[in-house]
T-cell receptor, first 114, second 110 residues
């Protein structure tokens, strides 16, 4: 039982390049989330999904796209990377919502955009 | 706009001291969670509080949810170096979304 895994762990991009971050969970969770973490800003929600085939915008969605084609996977795409997207990205998943919304986080992807 | 404000942002104390971290908001939350994050890892849930005025204890950690469910506190008794980490509070907003505070970086020196 690996929990939540993220690929890759580190990446350096040049401005304008594209990339996809992969998140996988083996806990059969319905809900999945992508956050970015910046110094002094805590975790900010980019996009989330409440089930296979669904996606929704979070607090800071601009410049990112997501897809949830399979229940266990949640992909985060950057079509044209910008230096402002330099951050640590965390994926999380949860079984449900409300008081049962314990979110399980992956180890993070550190992205640098030059 | 940060819905949840944590204070202090940084805290450095000696082993054995007590400390309190605060999480405040003008919004009402249906539940509030506390996470701890260590360098290079994702946050890990410590506790969830749901009822206004609720107090939960986890060994030397005591968590309290404000009566109006707008604020919370985390108190650590006799801190140890193993308590070092980033402590994050998160309030549940509409649907399944959590809003996180900016975190309190705690360093406990031996």
């Amino acid at each position: 039982n690996a929990g939540v895994t993220q690929t890759p762990k580190f990446r350096v991009l040049k401005t304008g390049q594209s990339m996809t971050l992969l998140c996988a969970q083996d806990m059969n969770h319905e809900y999945m989330y992508w956050y970015r973490q910046d110094p002094g800003m805590g975790l900010r929600l980019i996009h989330y999904s409440v089930g296979e085939g669904t996606t929704a915008k979070g607090e800071v969605p601009d410049g990112y796209n997501v897809s949830r084609l399979k229940k266990q996977n949640f992909l985060l795409g950057l079509e044209s990377a910008a230096p402002s997207q330099t951050s640590v990205y965390f994926c999380a998943s949860s079984y449900g919502q409300g008081a049962y919304n314990e979110q399980f986080f992956g180890p993070g992807t550190r992205l640098t955009v030059l | 706009t940060q819905l949840l404000e944590q204070s202090p942002q940084f805290l450095s104390i000696q082993e054995g001291e007590n400390l309190t971290v605060y999480c405040n908001s003008s919004s009402v939350f249906s539940s509030l969670q506390w996470y701890r994050q260590e360098p290079g890892e994702g946050p890990v849930l410590l506790v969830t509080v749901v009822t206004g005025g609720e107090v939960k204890k986890l060994k030397r950690l005591t968590f309290q949810f404000g009566d109006a469910r707008k604020d919370s506190s985390l108190h650590i008794t006799a801190a140890q170096p193993g308590d070092t980490g980033l402590y994050l509070c998160a309030g549940e907003t509409s649907g399944s979304r959590l809003t996180f505070g900016e975190g309190t970086q705690l360093t406990v020196n031996p």
